[in-house]
């Protein structure tokens, strides 16, 4: 079958009311098994993402690369001077105090990539390794949809299939226990602040721990504490870290979390991820994988593969680089091309203010850019960003009607292994559930 998404919409209007009734259902199912967001069910849609499995395959296989290449070359780069990276990277003073202190690689088990599935292969615009989210609500997510009737009768029709990733993360979690010379069980306290919105995506994933013999606790950064050379939460001994709080409102709240930064300089257990991976996840440092001065720390495959799936990627700056084989002056290059481009700060994530050139109005575009010579901002690429419609039901008038919307596919990273992946579908070009998209599943399709 040559259109997965007509079929599955087909069955969608043989019974309007039914599909209607399954958008409803869904959203219940979501409130009542805990695949919410700030408190409310979290903002989706009543078809999964579909991709063909050759689509998968690329950008399963490729997403593992750029992730190896990335992580490798952040600690090859300036000769390993992690100083001189996070001054090229603009990282601000008080995280790269926290990233200088190395416990030795991986420095990245779990990420997330930011994805757009194109006909030429998959275009990966960001790296979320500093404690991605998801893991937990996507596989909740993709079981809850199999239970829909319209999905059944849809996989009866064709092959379907989704790839879970819950196993997966217990294993490289641990895993990292076992690297450390841990035996036995740990004792795994999965750590972020306890208002999250989030948190529900923790206690799925803290079951999935426990439902493999393993003592898992939620544990906030301000609660624990360290005794005896150990780090403590819940009045318990913890063995492994798994980090869910960002670096960068851990030192925003330092006073507030001492004996949690304390445990991690003195390598008290392992955390996963380190505080390292800040520095290939940072959205300046596809400036360093795409920028001309550091091509040779990359073979030519792999060169070659970051051609093709990075976008071509620079520090907003006063210099001269090279752009498709030929030198340009950056920032002449950024005012005159503003259509092609895109601006954003080095260090935010949520979508916040970034600035789209063919949305974005002259005067507004040139006061961006030269703001970003006094601050760590990039300029970057625009990809084009897919679309597919979407069943959106209408609040006011409760009619399901298609809707266009741009898609960003978001495999998940663990530790190399078979992952499942997520999808934020938007009517906007910022594709993000905190800024207004919503989420769903994604599955393969033959």
Known sequence: MSDPIGEYHRLLEADPAAACEQVSGLREAFARERVTFDGEPMPSFVRPHFVTRGDWDA??????????IAARVAREVFDGDVGRLCGFLGTPASEARWVSVDPGPPDV?????????????????EINSDAPAGFGYSDRMARLFRELP???????????????????????????????GGAGRPRIAIVDWAEVKTRPDQEILREAFAARGFECRLADPREVDVR?????????????????????ELVEREEEVKPFLQAYEGGLCPFVNSFRCRLSEDKAFFAVLTDETFAHLMSEEERALVSRALPWTRRVAERRTLKDGRE????????????????????SYGGRSVFLGSET????????????????WVVQERVEIPEEPF???????????????????????????????????????????????????????G
């Open 59 to 68: 950008l399963r296989s490729q997403g593992v690369r750029v992730m190896e």
């Open 109 to 125: 088990v779990l990420s997330r990539l930011d994805a757009f599935v194109t006909p030429d292969g998959p275009r990966f615009i």
């Open 150 to 180: 319209v999905f059944r009768d849809f996989a009866r029709r064709l092959p379907v299939s989704y790839q879970d990733s819950d196993a997966a993360l217990v294993r490289a979690v641990v895993g990292q226990w076992r690297a450390s």
């Open 228 to 248: 005896g050379g150990r780090l403590r939460a819940e009045g318990g001994a913890v063995d492994l870290v798994y980090r869910r709080a960002v670096l960068s």
């Open 328 to 347: 340009i002056d950056l920032l002449p290059f950024i005012l005159v091309h503003r259509e092609r481009l895109v601006l954003k700060p080095a260090h």
């Open 361 to 376: 109005p002259p005067d507004e575009w040139e006061a961006a850019a030269r703001s970003g010579l006094d601050a760590p």
């Open 391 to 445: 069943p959106v039901l209408d609040d006011e008038t409760g009619a399901l009607s298609f809707v266009p919307l741009k898609v960003n596919a978001n495999p998940f990273y663990v530790a190399g292994e078979e992952a499942g992946a997520v999808t934020r579908a938007s009517r906007s070009s910022v594709i993000n559930v905190s800024a207004g998209g919503g989420s769903v599943p994604t599955f393969v399709v």
